[in-house]
């Protein structure tokens, strides 16, 4: 079970790299968060954005995308409702005055929750992302080395298991970076203004998106 090729591993961990490195909505809203709130509210944006994940390789493994893939009804109530999510995080982003650079400590332990939860609507509305897995990891499905719906499952789950060492050591960085811009209201204010146009612009792309 699960006996695949040398070529099958490099072929597959070598996509799925440039996959986790490839910008959207996902990197933009752990970094957003990352810049606006430091490493532990970023860390909970990506473990928010990896459960989002979760549920649709589960999704892919029950043949669930499917729907998505081939009910144009479905694709877009859900494409919908997450193109609005998005435009409406990026709009509170507009219409903030940067305080979120320069919040209360209490404020902050009280919406790592929130943001984790915002991490996972991120993902989990993204009807893309379940007919990427879809189309992705069947054809990494080989024939003889177990049954599909484990080898999609364990593939999609290797997935998240590569953005583990990729995605910490941005957020690590971007923490950095978010010590120097919370010293400043004005550039705080500006932050929050470009990360709200491009929340605003990936919801735009996503509402504008076709199967």
Do not use: C
Not at 57 to 83: C, D, Y
Not at 186 to 204: K, P, Q, T, Y
């Amino acid at each position: 079970m699960f006996d695949y090729t040398i070529i099958h591993w490099v072929t597959f961990l070598a996509a799925v790299t440039l996959l986790n490195l490839s910008p959207g909505p996902d990197i933009a809203f752990i970094l957003g968060q990352t810049l606006r709130n430091g490493r532990r509210h970023g860390f909970a944006a990506m473990f928010g954005i990896w459960t989002g994940a979760s549920l649709h390789v589960a999704m892919a493994a029950v043949g669930l995308s499917a729907i998505l893939a081939t009910s144009a009804l479905a694709f877009s109530i859900v494409k919908w409702i997450g193109a609005a999510y998005l435009i409406w995080l990026g709009i509170k982003m507009l219409l903030s005055r940067g305080d979120s650079f320069v919040s209360s400590k209490g404020v902050n332990q009280q919406r790592i929750h929130s943001i984790y939860w915002q991490g996972v609507l991120v993902s989990a509305l993204n009807p893309k992302v379940a007919i990427f897995f879809l189309a992705f990891l069947p054809q990494f499905v080989v024939e003889g080395a177990g049954p599909p719906a484990a080898q999609l499952l364990l593939h999609g789950s290797l997935i998240i298991v590569v953005a583990a060492f990729i995605e910490p050591p941005l957020v690590i960085l971007g923490s950095r970076l978010g010590v120097f811009l919370r010293q400043n209201r004005h550039v705080g204010l500006w932050m929050d203004r470009g990360l709200g146009a491009l929340f605003v612009a990936l919801g735009a792309r996503l509402a504008a998106s076709t199967r």
